[in-house]
Nanobody, 127 residues
């Protein structure tokens, strides 16, 4: 059974930083592209970033580019999202997700292409 367990998140002031983690079990983590998505109150879930299985390619939504960094440690089956210079509009529930196909990398932002999801982590940025 594939499980994605998230940690991190919380309340931070604007301009601050947070790091989210997502530990994956039940599948060969190092074979899959990983992504982060977020859902703000009253809005649809949106793509934030993804990272190739090998870690050498990443893609970001324009809204977070230059502020957020996605990374992974395949030895620890973990993907991270470092969030710097946080803004109130970054407030959302953040989800990690594992792509559906092995050894496949895409800059597609469609959530339907991701098979497994974490439980979600609340990030609140106060002004």
């Amino acid at each position: 059974q594939v499980q994605l367990v998230q940690s991190g998140g919380g309340l931070v002031q604007a301009g601050g930083s947070l790091r989210l983690s997502c530990v994956v079990s039940g599948r060969t983590f190092s074979s899959y592209t990983m992504g982060w998505f977020r859902q703000a109150p009253g809005k649809e879930r949106e793509f934030v970033a993804n990272i190739k299985w090998s870690g050498d390619s990443t893609y970001y939504a324009d809204s977070v580019k230059g502020r957020f960094t996605i990374s992974r440690d395949n030895a620890k089956n973990t993907v991270y999202l470092q969030m710097n210079s946080l803004k109130p509009e970054d407030t959302a529930v953040y989800y990690c997700a594992e792509y559906s196909l092995r050894y496949y990398y895409t800059i597609s932002t469609r959530e339907g292409e991701y098979t497994y999801w974490g439980q979600g982590t609340q990030v609140t940025v106060s002004s």
